[in-house]
Nanobody, 124 residues
Framework: QVQLVESGGGLVQPGGSLRLSCRAS????????IGWFRQAPGKEREGVSC????????FSADSVKGRFTISRDDDGNTVYLQMNSLRPEDTGVYYC?????????????????WGKGTQVSVSS
């Protein structure tokens, strides 16, 4: 059974950093593309950063380019999102999601399996 568990969220001041982790279990992580998505109150879920199964496709939303970095540890079945220079508009629930195979997409409807999310709040 595919399971994704996010951790690392919290409250941080503007300009601060957080590192989100998503631990995967129940499937062969290496063969799956994976992404981080976020949803702010009253807004649609959006793709933040995604990485294909072989690393050949990498996407970052314009709003986070140069500040957020996605990485994966296939041996540890974990994907990370390093978030630097955080802004109040980065506030939201952050989800990791996965789909089987090489995929060049960071659209939420394209992903099959989802974690329950972790809250990130950026405020002074």
């Amino acid at each position: 059974q595919v399971q994704l568990v996010e951790s690392g969220g919290g409250l941080v001041q503007p300009g601060g950093s957080l590192r989100l982790s998503c631990r995967a279990s129940g499937f062969k992580f290496t063969y799956y593309s994976i992404g981080w998505f976020r949803q702010a109150p009253g807004k649609e879920r959006e793709g933040v950063s995604c990485l294909s199964s072989n690393g050949g496709y990498r996407f970052s939303a314009d709003s986070v380019k140069g500040r957020f970095t996605i990485s994966r540890d296939d041996d540890g079945n974990t994907v990370y999102l390093q978030m630097n220079s955080l802004r109040p508009e980065d506030t939201g629930v952050y989800y990791c999601a996965t789909i089987f195979g090489y995929r060049s997409t960071c659209l939420a409807p394209d992903y099959d399996y989802w974690g329950k999310g972790t809250q990130v709040s950026v405020s002074s």
